[in-house]
């Protein structure tokens, strides 16, 4: 089976890898993002932190978590922050929570699995025996595909729970579900047409406005350091060997010798760990072929599969 691998210049920001790299890199991510969201949300986006591949943890071994691909948290304003809620409660720091997700295939149940992303992510931002659920921040989860995922040719599909018997009552949960398709022709405007053209083939001629320079220049400045690209090749590893070894069959052996081969690379592999990987479904072992290809050390990659199963 052939297999070509990649170029960071061949990459477009829609690939998860690179959409990633930018967002995380400490000099031009935050101005990245930043841009991002202010075309797609028509918006004002204040100071933000980011966040990628953050992993929420199942709560029990027979449930799974998450990982999400970007996780951007807009600050409260400073006014807002001293602003007393109740007799005894501050509002929390973060304002508004951003989940990231870009696909370039379909094949999830998108609605009900932004259901449980929303839940877990939700989850996180409640004390126990807490009662002012004024504190949770809005939520907007955000998908941007390559493909329709509701099949009406709209560029961006915005979800948020309505009454139905009421629709035109406010039902102010602080949640919404973003789905922008980038070959999308109805709905939207100019600006996030433009932009999400650019997501899905970020080349120079794509380039038409002040907004998508500013992205552009982001993406150029990180598609030339040396870190990016070796990453990209352990990466391109993973895609070489799962191929060869028929992982895109289910194969369970061949993804954990792929998980094994990678980490070989930073010395010694406990004895247990190919018997314990080799008990976990298809599934848990995607998540940890991508956390094997980021990890720096043995050592880290144990923590992060702990902190996913537990």
Avoid at 17 to 43: E, H, W, Y
Avoid at 78 to 106: F, G, K, M, W
Avoid at 118 to 142: C, T
Avoid at 223 to 233: A, G, R
């Amino acid at each position: 089976m052939n297999y070509t691998k990649r170029t960071l210049k061949d990459l477009n920001v829609l690939d998860d890898f690179l959409m990633t790299a930018v967002a995380t890199d400490p000099d031009v991510g935050n101005i990245f993002c930043r841009t991002l969201l202010s075309v797609l949300l028509q918006k004002e986006i204040g100071d933000i932190r980011v966040i990628a591949q953050r992993v929420i943890p199942a709560i029990s071994p027979e449930h799974r978590g998450i990982r999400m691909d970007i996780e951007i948290e807009e600050i409260r304003p400073e006014s807002e922050e001293t602003t007393q809620t109740d007799s005894t409660d501050v509002a929390y720091p973060i304002l508004n929570l951003y989940d990231v997700e870009p696909h370039l295939r379909s094949q999830q149940d998108y609605p009900r699995h932004n259901r449980f992303y929303q839940a877990k992510i939700d989850g996180r931002y409640m004390n126990s025996g807490e009662n002012n659920f004024s504190h949770l921040p809005n939520l907007y989860v955000i998908n941007i595909t390559d493909f329709d995922p509701f099949g009406y040719d709209y560029m961006l599909y915005t979800i948020q729970n309505v009454c139905i018997e009421l629709p035109e009552m406010p039902y102010p949960d602080g949640l919404q579900f973003l789905y922008f398709y980038t070959k999308g022709t109805k709905g939207g405007n100019t600006a996030i047409k433009s932009m999400l053209n650019y997501l899905q083939d970020s080349s120079m001629h794509n380039v038409s406005n002040q907004d998508i320079q500013t992205v552009h220049n982001c993406v150029e400045r990180v598609k030339i350091l040396p870190e990016v690209k070796q990453e990209l090749m352990k990466f391109d590893e993973i895609i070489y060997y799962a191929k060869q070894d028929g992982m895109e069959e289910g194969k369970i052996e061949g993804r954990v010798e792929c998980i094994l081969e990678l980490l070989q690379e930073y010395g010694p592999i406990p004895e247990n760990l190919k018997e314990r990987l080799l008990t976990e479904d298809f599934a848990v072992l995607t998540k940890l072929l991508k956390i094997a290809a980021r990890a720096e050390s043995v050592d880290e990659f144990i923590q992060k599969y702990n902190e996913l199963a537990s």
